[in-house]
């Protein structure tokens, strides 16, 4: 072993500098992690001990656990919004079934049923998205409404009990002061991963994340790794459900909802590329530490209430912009082009300066014309036969929705009031629409929208404060805001090559925290009458909305199907390098593609604060799945590049005519939202890509 | 409000950003340590909770004795969990708290109690044994506003019910305790039911929804844990007249207060639907002073006065014939009877009405407002 080691120091030296370049997203998660602990000690008053140790380690193993499951599910190139959901569930399956009266508990049984409980779910996911080949993204938040209704049909409000057993099994030491049980939990789990990741399977499934065409051609069973993948991520949330189940004795059916966005926050930082095929779950692990640690950090900096969410998003910024410092990094490779562009222009070769010449060949035009007068336009299906596959089975859906209504609830076909109520009440998602959905036509996605939606209402409604003179200024102000917030996502996006879940989601918290200061915890003001004429008032049996909506969809429809604007986002969807080559300003359509998204939703802020007479904080909260959910529902691909803005008008209808339906049932809560999770997957179903030939 | 306050406003604001990460120095000496641990506070009632809370700890009767530190742990029990634990860990001697839940908490509380740390929970419970809680009797709550209007509808009639957030204990007790009451009149019958999720805005949506099947001439009465300011307002925009309005028994917004005095009421700053109307209504909450009081209470525990492990704060209620509109909105004149606020100095309609508790002189309206405290 001398010997060899002593006749290859280079490719030694090599192997360790490829290793680390490997693993860099992890290394880096470790050491920011680190640097907090470090400023954690340096600050607070007592040296870091063993306890605080102990008690970090715990209080972030929940959240780890699920972000190794969550981790496993993006390098297959998935996506899981189940996750929470299951841990909820989990944690109220185990708290209602155990008995307080008897002496102890095996702790081997109960992790078991949790793990089982997270695995049974997983098999049910991988069944629609690797058998039945549905988008994760549907098939899993339709599992989340289910999974919720579920758990609130095991218990509908906290109690129960979880036996203390569990508590000392999972919370204690492993080696008394010296090692935390909750880190000896973890340290099994990423064993068993690196197991995992060793065989077979490992390497098939790391293939099919990167590329599943390339992975079926050289035989992998592209189908059985996705399921397995699902089942296996199911597990590590059943197994994070048992943790919080010892964690706190008893249970909560809503405990596990929250941990739903910090986990994708978790995954991202620690350096797994969203989209497949690279990084890991040891990552992870830090990204998750270092999620908790932030509160520690807020708590010895005193940093005051209303800025705790601005703080965070900053240090989520931070840590992202650790994580990507690289030569091969986005923000590198900006600052080079950007040099070379210097150069270029100084030695003005730069396309612009150059004599504009029209140096087209005369041939390609005359060729061109001959194809046009040579074949007839096809027939309005046959063009878009395509958009119509993905688009009608949401039309289809209401319409069933539709009679359903009628004949439960009767008054809705011929009601016109019915038809009026459908259309005002999508309205605000029939513009989030437009914006999420060309967000996600990127391949994106925009977490801000809620506090965006927040921000404007609030600042709006201060500035009016009932005055339809005020509008005037006010309008224009708010969506200069909007632009301005449009901007910092797709700058951080395109030119610092922050992933956008993670960008959007600090930009999120940021907004939240500024809203909360602008208004003292109190939205002053309230909408204008020509505000509220609009959301409220009828003309006929027509709400004036409704007249501003036609217009809005008509306008939609041109901009992403007629206008440059909408073919390079398409363009940009179907593949970056192809767009990049192809000559398509790329950063340039990103940034305006995210004022797009946040103009949206500042416009729904002003909609849903003349609807409401007032604004008030939170009032966005509610918009941020369902603006994904339509946008999918209506037949667009969450990877980007395919989509009709008319498909996802379908979704928006499909899904507020189904909410209408159910609100006029006098269903319990827990029923419902099973039936609408239902509905939006038998929806779906319809959309599912059929088997190659 | 002009433009140029708002402007100085922002300016504020971002002055304030600036010098938000400065690190207390406060360690001053013979000062108590009591920390605050919200859960979220995107919503208006914990901004006025909060609100409430400083201006106790800055009145001149406990500002040299306490030093308050305000941390918010998000809509995350885990979060919340560890900021429990670094609280402790960083010498608090007690620590006030919105519990995210009920249960998730007890083995964290538990260990602070063991640390001789003292634990009040504000608002909603924390079950574990050694911590003090502070709240209302939801299932009263419940009860008292579902009698209300059974009593109105002579016990007949069809009700829309709108709920708050599914899941929690608060929501549970309300309703059930109303249902049980309603199971009790064969002619009551619920036609419509939605979540809420305590929130005027989501309370809108919920009702156009049911509304798009149904007319309001089918509707007889309202129960709702908070909405009843906006389904006035929308009966309005439908046409009906004041005097038409449905009674309702829901939430204590200043909004539905000003609604309750009779119509024609000269008020300052009113504007429809803002204004009132003569809207039959009992007015209930969980009053947001729950924060301050527990804040006051910890201070005694600390110095070792004896507290009662549960405080449970009597129901406020207001119907038509005990609205009262107040001048300013300072204790004093809560005591002598007010429990409305003039839209010119509340603007909000959906902020909560019911601040007043004989055992806070320490807070008025400004303290909800603006986080002052009364002399």
């Avoid at chain 1, 102990?54 to 959240?63: C, D, E, K, P, V």
Wanted: charged share 10%; proline share 4%; glycine share 12%.
């Amino acid at each position: 072993m001398n010997s060899a080691a002593g006749l290859t120091p280079v490719s030694a030296g090599f192997g360790l500098r490829r290793a680390l370049m490997r693993n860099r997203g992890a290394l880096i998660a470790a050491a920011v992690l680190a640097i907090l602990l470090f400023i954690v000690d340096w600050i607070s008053a007592g040296p870091l001990t063993y306890f605080d140790v102990s008690f970090l380690s715990s209080g972030g193993a929940t959240s780890a656990l699920a972000a190794i499951g969550q981790t496993i599910v993006i390098l297959s190139g998935g996506f899981d919004l189940s996750a929470g959901a299951v841990i909820s569930l989990v944690n109220v399956v185990l708290a209602s079934s155990m008995d307080p009266m008897a002496p102890g508990a095996s702790i081997v049984l109960w992790t078991a049923v949790g793990i089982g409980v997270g695995m049974a779910v997983g098999a049910f996911n991988g069944f629609f998205i690797a058998v039945l080949r549905m988008q994760p993204i549907v098939v899993t938040l339709s599992t989340m409404f289910i999974l919720q209704g579920v758990t609130l049909l095991v218990m509908d409000k906290p109690g129960g009990f979880v036996s203390p057993d569990l508590g000392t099994f999972y919370l204690g030491d492993a080696i008394t002061g010296w090692l935390p049980m909750p880190l000896v939990v973890i340290g099994v789990v990423l064993l068993a991963w690196f197991w995992l990741k060793g065989t077979r399977f490992g390497t098939a499934l790391y293939a099919v994340g990167s590329d599943p065409d390339s992975a079926a051609a050289v035989g992998i069973n592209v189908v059985l790794v996705r399921f397995a993948v699902y089942v296996i991520a199911g597990g590590c949330y059943g197994l994070a459900g048992v943790f919080i189940s010892a964690q706190t004795g008893s249970a909560d059916p809503l405990v596990g909802n929250p941990l739903l966005l910090s986990m994708f926050a978790a995954v991202v930082v620690g350096g797994t590329r969203l989209g497949g095929g690279q990084g890991g779950p040891v990552g992870t692990v830090f990204g998750a530490y270092i999620l908790m640690m932030v509160v520690n950090i807020l708590l010895v900096l005193n940093v005051s209430a209303y800025y705790a969410t601005i703080a965070e998003g900053t240090i989520l910024v931070l840590a992202a912009l650790a994580g990507s410092i690289s030569h091969a990094s986005v923000l590198a490779v900006q600052l080079r082009a950007a040099r070379a562009r210097l150069t270029a222009w100084r030695a003005g070769i730069l396309p612009a300066q150059l004599e504009r010449v029209d140096r087209r060949l005369k041939i390609a035009e005359q060729s061109h014309g001959q194809h046009r007068a040579a074949s007839p336009r096809p027939a309005f299906h046959l063009r878009n036969a395509e958009t119509l596959r993905y688009a009608l089975p949401a039309y289809v859906c209401l319409l069933l929705i539709v009679v359903v209504t009628q004949v439960w609830l009767g008054r809705a076909i011929l009601n016109p009031g019915y038809w009026n109520s459908l259309l005002v009440l999508s309205s605000f998602l029939v513009v989030l629409a437009l914006g999420q959905g060309t967000v996600i036509l990127t391949g994106g996605l925009d977490l801000s929208v809620p506090w965006t939606i927040g921000i404007s209402g609030i600042i709006l409604a201060g500035m009016v404060n009932g005055s339809d003179a005020a509008l005037l200024y006010a309008l224009p102000v708010v969506l200069v805001m909007a632009c301005a917030i449009g901007f910092a996502n797709g700058f951080g996006i395109a030119y610092l090559g922050i992933s956008p879940i993670v960008m959007t989601l600090a930009t999120n918290g940021i907004l939240q925290g500024f809203a909360l200061v602008y208004s003292q915890g109190t939205p002053a003001g309230f909408s204008s009458p020509m505000l509220r004429w609009f959301m409220t008032a009828r003309l006929g049996v027509v709400t004036p909305i409704v007249l501003l909506m036609i217009v809005f969809v008509i306008s939609a429809v041109l901009l992403l199907g007629r206008t440059p604007f909408g073919r390079r986002v398409y363009g940009i969807g179907n593949g970056l390098r192809a767009a990049r080559l192809s000559g398509i300003g790329v950063e340039r359509t990103l940034i305006l593609v995210y004022m797009l998204s946040a103009v949206c939703a500042a416009v729904v802020g002003i909609m849903l604060t003349g609807f409401s007479g007032q604004a008030s904080l939170g009032m966005g909260d509610d918009y941020l799945l369902p603006s994904i959910a339509v946008v999918v529902v209506g037949g667009a691909l969450i990877t980007g590049g395919r989509g009709h803005y008319l498909g996802m008008l379908g979704g928006v209808l499909l899904l507020t005519a189904l909410q209408m339906l159910l609100a006029g049932t006098t269903l319990p809560y827990a029923t419902r939202a099973i039936l609408y999770g239902l509905v939006v997957l038998g929806a779906v179903m319809a959309l599912r890509e059929r088997r190659l030939q | 409000m002009g433009i140029g306050s708002k402007v100085r406003r922002l300016a504020l604001l971002a002055g304030m950003a600036a010098c938000a990460f400065g690190i207390s120095a406060a360690e001053a000496a013979g000062k108590h340590k009591i920390f605050l641990s919200m859960s979220y506070i995107g919503n208006d009632w914990q901004a006025e909770a909060a609100n409430m809370v400083k201006a106790m700890a800055a009145h001149k009767s406990l500002a040299d004795k306490v030093d308050l530190q305000v941390q918010v742990a998000g809509p995350n029990a885990q979060r919340q969990i560890q900021q429990i634990n670094a609280m402790v860990q960083s010498g608090a001697e007690a620590i006030v708290v919105y519990p995210i839940s009920p249960t998730a908490l007890n083995q964290v509380v538990k260990n602070a109690c063991d640390k001789g740390v003292k634990v009040f929970a504000y608002d909603a419970e924390i079950t574990e044994p050694c911590a003090y809680n502070v709240h209302i009797d939801q299932l009263e709550a419940g009860r008292v506003t579902a009698e209300w209007l059974v009593k109105k509808l002579n016990g007949k009639g069809n009700i829309i019910a709108i709920t708050g957030v599914p899941g929690t204990s608060v929501d549970d007790q309300r309703t059930k305790a109303a249902k049980e009451v309603f199971a009790k009149y064969p002619d009551i019958k619920i036609v419509g039911e939605a979540v809420g999720m305590w929130s005027q805005a989501v309370a809108r949506t919920e009702l156009s929804k049911i509304l798009a099947t149904r007319s309001w001439g089918d509707i007889n009465g309202l129960w709702m844990q908070v909405g009843c300011f906006t389904a006035n307002s929308m009966q309005l925009e439908a046409g009906k007249k004041a005097s038409e309005l449905l009674p309702c028994a829901g939430e204590g917004s200043n909004g539905g207060r000003i609604q309750m005095l009779p119509e024609g009421t000269k008020v300052e700053g009113a504007a429809p639907p803002y204004a009132p109307a003569g809207a039959q209504r009992i007015s209930y909450a969980s009053p947001p002073y729950s924060g301050a009081l527990a804040l006051k209470l910890a201070v005694e525990a600390i110095e070792g006065k004896d507290v009662p492990k549960t405080t449970i704060l009597p129901l406020p209620v207001v119907t038509n014939e005990t609205v009262k509109l107040c001048d300013e909105g300072t204790w004093a004149e809560m005591k002598a009877g007010c429990n409305a606020f003039k839209p010119s100095l509340v603007s909000n309609p959906g902020w909560f009405g019911s601040i007043f508790s004989d055992q806070t002189p320490e807070v008025g309206l400004n303290a909800a407002l603006v986080g002052q405290p009364e002399n």
